[in-house]
């Protein structure tokens, strides 16, 4: 098989390289993981198995992530909630309607994210070797720590891309192959054709702020999760908590030691081939068999509504919520949000990224403020709704109801869902502590943006 012939496709200015080999009944997005390229040096080494083998039953669709290989180059790496899109941008360009998204190690989350957000375009989820955060939490204790993360870093940075750092990086994902001189060869070329130091330690940095683990349980398409049972123990408990918190997916340990995907990538194939065919073959396909799907719901209103009221009259009342209603609107419309309801001088609106909804509610606060002289408060909260006629409801609307009513005037308040979410984004927060929210079990980290 040849290597494919590469195009792109835009999202906004951006340019992604992307490919397409096999013309099997069935699409299968890949997205790699790390910042390897999947072509040029892709092409002459043993990860070509990976996408001939994939080729061989499915139409598969390659591209190259922003920032790296040989799609536009960047100062830092996108964040999650662009990349994600992405992939829609990909798709689009190949004329991909529904397919199944392959998430390979830092790759799995644009996957995860991906499923849960757009499941009518999410056919399977197949995982490898990938994790939903980097950071150590109470209920997930193999995570990393940020004294630990920081050493690391500072350990690391002067080797980036000299020959030994690649060897020691080669040892640590693919030990089995670290001693073969010519796939040392190969794996240098291939990493100095992916991507850059600066590039790389964008990523880094992004990868161990990034957290979807609340995205899981709202993942609904059928998922295969993959592991090496020999690579780290670490790997272990990430592939297991992931399964444990997806519903219905299905976990396979294979053997091996081995975390690269082009180790032995038959062994991989052999198991995404199946369960994939198996979909295809019992028509579900494009069956779309949940009405829920992962969104960031927004609330907002006029603090001080009552005593604004009293002090300018009826009249003058209702020419200043026209003139708020239009300016939230024309907001919603600019950050591609959804108005749901409106009541009185408070809106509700649903977004399919947090970081727009953010950055919408904070422009809504301001124009409000600098344009009327009213105050406006905002909540937002990222969860699983259930869609009916195109609205979203559930337990997460009700979520973002009470993070809106803990808001003061002049603050956009969100839930640590939604701040864990837009790692990456420069979106900065201030901690605003544990809140009981009325009718919602738990106590709730708040936190208030401060810099969009």
């Known amino acids: 098989m040849e290597a494919p012939d590469v195009r792109y496709a835009q999202n906004g200015d951006v340019s992604l390289a992307y ?62 909630e662009t990349r994600m899109d992405d992939i829609r941008a990909v798709m689009d360009a190949a004329g991909s309607k529904r397919a199944a998204i392959l998430g390979f190690s830092e790759g799995g989350s644009m996957a995860m994210l991906f499923a849960a957000t757009y499941p009518e375009r999410t056919a399977a989820t197949v995982l490898y070797g990938t994790f939903p955060t980097m950071r150590r939490a109470d209920d997930y204790p193999w995570g990393t720590t940020y004294e630990d993360f920081q050493e690391h870093v500072r350990t690391q940075d002067p080797r980036l891309f000299t020959p030994g750092w690649m060897d020691d990086y080669l040892r640590g994902l693919a030990p089995s192959a670290a001693d073969d001189e010519a796939t040392r060869r190969w794996w240098r070329t291939w990493v100095q054709a992916s991507s850059s130091p600066g590039a790389l330690r964008h990523l880094r940095t992004w990868n161990y702020d990034l957290d979807v683990r609340h ?91 009552t005593v604004k009221l009293a002090e300018v009259g009826d009249r003058r009342w209702r020419e200043l919520l026209e003139q708020h209603h239009a300016l939230v609107r024309r907001q919603l419309a600019r950050f591609s949000g959804k108005e749901v309801d409106t009541a009185g001088d408070g809106f509700f609106a649903s ?102």
């Open 19 to 80: 490919g397409v080999v096999g013309d099997g009944p069935f699409d299968v997005v890949f997205v790699s993981g790390w910042v390897i390229t999947n072509f040029g040096p892709a092409w002459e080494g043993t990860s070509r198995q990976l996408y001939e083998g994939l080729a061989s039953f499915a139409r598969v669709i390659l591209f190259d992530k922003r920032g790296t290989g040989l799609s536009d180059r960047s100062t830092d790496i996108a964040d999650l």
């Open 215 to 305: 995205v899981l349980p709202a993942i609904r398409v059928p998922t295969l999760v993959l592991h090496r049972v020999d690579e780290e123990d670490v790997v272990l408990d990430e592939a297991r908590y992931i399964a444990d918190h997806i519903p219905g997916a299905e976990l396979v340990e294979l053997p091996g030691i081995d975390h690269g995907w082009w180790v032995n990538s038959p062994q991989i194939v052999a198991e995404i081939e199946p369960f994939l065919r198996g979909i295809w073959d019992r028509g579900e396909w494009d069956l779309v068999e949940s009405e829920q799907v992962l969104a960031t719901v927004l609330f907002t209103d006029v603090a001080g509504s």
């Open 351 to 452: 977004f399919d990224g947090p970081a727009r909804a953010i950055r919408c509610a904070c422009a809504i606060r301001d124009g409000v403020r600098d344009q009327l002289g009213l105050d406006v408060r905002a909540g937002l909260h990222a969860g699983e709704c259930e869609v009916v006629d195109g609205k979203v409801s559930g337990i997460a609307v009700h979520i973002g109801a009470r993070v809106a009513g803990a808001a003061e005037a002049g603050e956009v308040l969100v839930s640590s869902t939604v701040r864990d979410l837009v790692a990456g984004t420069g979106i900065a927060f201030d901690e605003r502590g544990e809140h009981e929210l009325k009718g919602v079990p738990g106590t709730w980290k708040l936190f208030a943006v401060s810099q969009v």
